[in-house]
């Protein structure tokens, strides 16, 4: 008996084998930016009334004089402050919601584990149908996002995103720690990246980077099998935040610096034709340390730690929109944004915007 020939592979069959399209790469520009903090601030006076500080020891190891604090009451939540954030770029970049593609949020103290909270919010503001997903790299969420965001927008894949950074800082922490809660607060930016024909425009180089062997160092356990080994559950809070401090800052300035370096050779550049440094907010003197290693004026890396402390995912573009409203980063300056948190993660994006 005779048997019939074997079908053509698919796998196999020239006919039906197609090339990729080429891509034809497309510029990416920053269109609009907003942010949205909480109505209460909280002075170092104030905490010292509840904890042994005072003014002067929290001034003088992390330049922190206020922050901002979110009242649940008030419906001051992470969903709330993003809305409101995206909102205002969205004004800002002057579109309409619905012309929104994507919107990635940078968050680690996100509503719940499901819906995603960028799911809420890009309701909320009208972006309804847009693709949303919230990203988890603690204080380089936001950096993290530009980074992806570029790159799919570059390559046609999105036109419009939006790109948060939102973290509600005071829910996850622990007031009885006075090392931790004195550093923090809750605040959120947003940006508006759209597509342009212009090429010369969008992150010239940026690269998102982790180590997962310090995880123990900067973490928010919610089980007790989420405690590091060397933790007792009988006396480790489950819900706050837990930091190493001398660790963390070990890794702070080291990283800082050489993460800098790394941009700036990566791209060529020289210190001085950066226009504009949006560094993480975590310590004022790490700052300061950084701009006189490179010898970058203090009029082009720019502090706003002193109004809010380290807002974690939202540092960075707040300090972003503060610019941006001061009619700095203007297109054609080279913007580098730099970034480094719990993860660890680490993360920088050097910009033509």
């Given amino acids: 008996m005779t048997q019939a020939a074997p079908k053509p592979s698919i796998r196999t069959n020239p006919q039906v084998v197609k090339a990729p399209p080429q891509v034809n790469l497309l510029g990416v520009e ?3 930016s907003g942010e949205a903090v909480p109505t209460t601030i909280v002075t170092n006076d104030d905490l010292a009334k509840i904890m042994d500080t005072s003014d002067e020891w929290i001034v ?29 770029a969205i004004k800002n970049a002057g579109i309409k919601a619905e012309e929104i593609d994507l919107v990635i949020l940078g ?24 693709g949303a997903f919230d990203l988890m790299a ?3 969420g936001f950096v993290y996002g530009l980074n992806i ?13 939006a790109v948060i950074g939102c973290d509600v800082m005071s829910r996850v922490l622990d007031y009885d720690d006075r090392a931790v809660s004195v550093l923090f607060g809750d605040a959120a930016g947003a940006a508006i990246l759209r597509a342009t024909e212009d090429t010369t425009r969008g992150m010239v ?10 995880w123990k160092d900067l973490y928010i356990p919610q089980r007790k099998w989420d405690l590091p080994p060397d933790a007792d559950p009988a006396t480790t809070k489950l819900g706050v935040l837990h930091m190493n401090g001398r660790e963390i800052y070990k890794f702070a300035v080291k990283r800082f610096p050489d993460l800098i370096q790394q941009t700036l050779d990566r ?24 701009r006189e290693r490179f010898g970058i004026p203090a009029d082009r890396m720019h502090i706003n730690i002193d109004r809010y402390g380290n807002c974690s995912g939202g540092s960075v573009p707040v300090l972003l929109h503060e610019l941006r409203g001061m009619g700095k980063c203007q297109p054609g300056d080279l ?3 730099v970034a480094f948190g719990g993860g660890l993660t680490w993360s920088s994006a050097l910009w033509r915007v």
Avoid at 271 to 286: F, G, K, L, T, W
């Fill in 205 to 214: 180089c940026g690269k998102m980077f982790a180590d997962g062997s310090g």
């Fill in 149 to 161: 965001a570029n790159d799919l927008i570059r390559v046609g894949s999105y036109k419009t995103v």
């Fill in 107 to 130: 968050s680690v103290t996100g509503e719940m584990t499901c819906p995603a909270t960028a799911c809420r919010v890009a309701a909320s503001v009208g972006a309804v149908g847009a």
């Fill in 335 to 337: 913007v580098m944004f």
């Fill in 30 to 32: 920053i269109l609009g």
């Fill in 267 to 290: 791209a060529g550049v020289q210190p001085h034709e950066v226009d504009h440094y949006i560094c993480h907010q975590s310590n004022a003197r790490m700052l300061d340390a950084a």
């Fill in 138 to 140: 603690a204080c380089c």
């Fill in 60 to 88: 003088q190891r992390t330049g922190i004089r206020q922050r901002r604090k979110c009242d649940p009451a008030k419906g001051e939540t992470t969903s709330q402050l993003c809305s409101e954030a995206l909102a205002n």
